[in-house]
């Protein structure tokens, strides 16, 4: 089956750097997505890997491991904004070729002065 | 270039109605997927269309169904409300294509649904 695990709640100081993981079993593997989601919004596009190794884009990285089925998302230079819960989403293969999103059930994330 | 956008925004219903809500994706984007957002469960799939074809589906049972108009929008329909149907709502667009950019999901607002 399918099964995605991240921490429920993360706290931190501004200014600070956080780091959220996410494991996940899963057949078909086929990329892991990170979202944000401010409470009350839709979730928003973050990061995807597909290949082991680390995608850095501004303040945000996030790291793969498929041997280990294991990623997680970086979060440098904390900013009261980025209070927010982060969502892990596998990509997988089903049958018939076609890929569906699994999502983790988020960590809630709460940046503090 | 118009985000997705979805109607209603909020809705309350009471137990054994039936309720439509709608998506309408970005422009050019053929993939629409809705997905059931609960405290206690997450982001659950429901099921994704494309070119008006089903093309997947999440484990909901029958009473949720959906379709997609030549137009690309899409519509999902619940019947028989049970309280645990209250919910966010999502629905997200895409392009569909094989690169990376292309199977970014944009997600709407969503739709607050209340049964009572």
Known sequence: ?113 | KAGVTQTPRYLIKTRGQQVTLSCSPISGHRSVSWYQQTPGQGLQFLFEYFSETQRNKGNFPGRFSGRQFSNSRSEMNVSTLELGDSALYLCASSLAGIGDREIEQFFGPGTRLTVL
């Open chain 1, 1 to 113: 089956g399918q099964n995605i695990d991240q921490p429920t709640e993360m706290t931190a100081t501004e200014g600070a750097i956080v780091q959220i993981n996410c494991t996940y079993q899963t057949s078909g593997f086929n990329g892991l997505f990170w979202y944000q989601q401010h409470a009350g919004e839709a979730p928003t596009f973050l990061s995807y890997n597909v290949l082991d190794g680390l995608e850095e884009k501004g303040r945000f990285s996030s790291f793969l491991s498929r041997s280990k089925g294991y990623s997680y998302l970086l979060l440098k230079e904390l900013q009261m904004k980025d209070s927010a819960s982060y969502l892990c989403a596998v990509r997988s293969v089903f049958s018939g070729g076609y890929n569906k999103l699994i999502f983790g059930a988020g960590t809630r994330l709460a940046v503090h002065p």
